[in-house]
Protein backbone atom coordinates (compact mmCIF):
# COMPACT_ATOMS: atom_id res chain seq x y z
CA UNK A 1 0.00 0.00 0.00
CA UNK A 2 1.52 3.47 -1.07
CA UNK A 3 0.36 6.91 0.27
CA UNK A 4 1.64 9.65 -1.04
CA UNK A 5 1.36 12.88 0.82
CA UNK A 6 2.51 16.01 -0.84
CA UNK A 7 1.90 19.77 -0.19
CA UNK A 8 3.68 20.98 2.48
CA UNK A 9 6.23 24.09 2.89
CA UNK A 10 6.87 27.06 4.19
CA UNK A 11 4.47 30.16 5.28
CA UNK A 12 4.08 32.56 7.37
CA UNK A 13 1.89 32.14 11.02
CA UNK A 14 -1.78 32.87 10.13
CA UNK A 15 -1.46 31.75 6.46
CA UNK A 16 -2.47 28.49 5.00
CA UNK A 17 -1.58 25.25 3.12
CA UNK A 18 -3.30 22.00 1.91
CA UNK A 19 -1.84 18.59 2.26
CA UNK A 20 -2.47 15.71 0.24
CA UNK A 21 -2.51 12.23 0.36
CA UNK A 22 -3.55 10.06 -2.41
CA UNK A 23 -3.73 5.93 -2.33
CA UNK A 24 -5.25 3.31 -3.78
CA UNK A 25 -8.85 2.99 -4.52
CA UNK A 26 -9.19 0.20 -1.88
CA UNK A 27 -7.43 1.14 0.65
CA UNK A 28 -9.29 4.69 0.47
CA UNK A 29 -12.67 2.66 0.51
CA UNK A 30 -11.84 0.30 3.51
CA UNK A 31 -9.52 2.01 5.61
CA UNK A 32 -9.85 5.53 8.08
CA UNK A 33 -7.64 7.83 6.59
CA UNK A 34 -6.19 10.30 9.22
CA UNK A 35 -3.24 13.24 9.75
CA UNK A 36 -0.16 12.47 12.22
CA UNK A 37 2.53 15.50 12.96
CA UNK A 38 5.95 14.99 14.53
CA UNK A 39 7.92 17.96 15.67
CA UNK A 40 11.09 17.55 16.13
CA UNK A 41 12.25 16.04 19.56
CA UNK A 42 8.47 15.56 19.54
CA UNK A 43 6.70 12.25 19.60
CA UNK A 44 4.15 12.04 16.52
CA UNK A 45 0.47 12.78 17.29
CA UNK A 46 -2.76 12.13 15.69
CA UNK A 47 -4.10 15.55 14.26
CA UNK A 48 -7.13 14.49 12.60
CA UNK A 49 -8.94 11.57 10.45
CA UNK A 50 -12.20 10.65 8.51
CA UNK A 51 -14.52 8.36 7.89
CA UNK A 52 -14.17 5.44 5.58
CA UNK A 53 -15.37 6.20 1.99
CA UNK A 54 -17.11 2.92 1.74
CA UNK A 55 -19.39 3.57 4.45
CA UNK A 56 -20.75 6.95 3.55
CA UNK A 57 -24.15 5.44 4.01
CA UNK A 58 -23.51 6.02 7.56
CA UNK A 59 -22.29 9.27 7.70
CA UNK A 60 -18.72 10.89 7.31
CA UNK A 61 -17.13 11.47 10.31
CA UNK A 62 -14.28 13.41 11.56
CA UNK A 63 -12.27 13.84 14.20
CA UNK A 64 -9.54 16.20 15.21
CA UNK A 65 -6.74 16.77 17.92
CA UNK A 66 -8.09 19.71 20.47
CA UNK A 67 -4.75 22.42 19.92
CA UNK A 68 -6.19 22.16 15.36
CA UNK A 69 -10.01 22.05 15.91
CA UNK A 70 -11.42 25.08 14.36
CA UNK A 71 -8.45 25.63 11.91
CA UNK A 72 -8.03 22.27 10.22
CA UNK A 73 -10.51 20.72 8.01
CA UNK A 74 -9.87 16.99 6.73
CA UNK A 75 -11.75 15.94 3.82
CA UNK A 76 -11.94 13.54 0.38
CA UNK A 77 -12.11 13.43 -2.90
CA UNK A 78 -13.78 9.96 -3.85
CA UNK A 79 -13.13 10.50 -6.89
CA UNK A 80 -9.12 10.87 -6.98
CA UNK A 81 -8.84 8.36 -4.18
CA UNK A 82 -7.44 11.15 -2.23
CA UNK A 83 -7.71 12.55 1.58
CA UNK A 84 -7.15 16.30 1.98
CA UNK A 85 -5.99 18.54 5.12
CA UNK A 86 -6.64 22.06 4.98
CA UNK A 87 -4.22 24.08 7.48
CA UNK A 88 -5.34 27.82 7.93
CA UNK A 89 -4.25 30.09 10.72
CA UNK A 90 -0.95 28.30 11.08
CA UNK A 91 0.98 28.78 13.67
CA UNK A 92 4.53 28.07 14.84
CA UNK A 93 4.09 25.43 16.82
CA UNK A 94 2.22 23.57 13.78
CA UNK A 95 5.35 23.11 12.63
CA UNK A 96 6.16 19.63 12.25
CA UNK A 97 6.81 16.35 9.31
CA UNK A 98 3.04 15.82 8.64
CA UNK A 99 2.22 11.83 7.91
CA UNK A 100 -1.18 10.27 6.54
CA UNK A 101 -1.93 7.27 7.52
CA UNK A 102 -4.69 4.28 7.50
CA UNK A 103 -6.15 2.35 9.73
CA UNK A 104 -8.95 -0.06 11.10
CA UNK A 105 -11.03 2.47 12.73
CA UNK A 106 -11.50 6.08 14.46
CA UNK A 107 -10.52 4.35 17.82
CA UNK A 108 -6.96 2.90 16.36
CA UNK A 109 -6.03 5.82 14.58
CA UNK A 110 -6.27 7.61 17.37
CA UNK A 111 -4.12 5.48 19.41
CA UNK A 112 -1.61 5.22 16.33
CA UNK A 113 -2.46 1.94 16.06
CA UNK A 114 -1.69 2.47 12.31
CA UNK A 115 -2.02 -0.30 8.93
CA UNK A 116 0.07 1.95 6.86
CA UNK A 117 2.51 5.28 6.54
CA UNK A 118 2.73 7.76 3.91
CA UNK A 119 6.01 9.58 3.37
CA UNK A 120 6.20 12.95 5.39
CA UNK A 121 5.75 16.11 4.18
CA UNK A 122 7.25 19.18 5.97
CA UNK A 123 5.37 21.80 6.98
CA UNK A 124 7.41 24.93 8.36
CA UNK A 125 5.58 28.39 9.90
CA UNK A 126 7.40 31.16 10.44
CA UNK A 127 6.27 33.89 13.07
Known amino acids: VQLQASGGGLVQAGGSLRLSCETS????????MGWFRQAPGKEREFVAA?????????????FYEDSVKGRFAISRDNAKNTVYLQMNSLKPEDTAVYYC????????????????WGQGTQVTVSS
Open 50 to 62: ISRAGRESAGVFR
Open 25 to 32: GDTFRNSV
Open 101 to 116: ATAASAAAMRTKSVEY
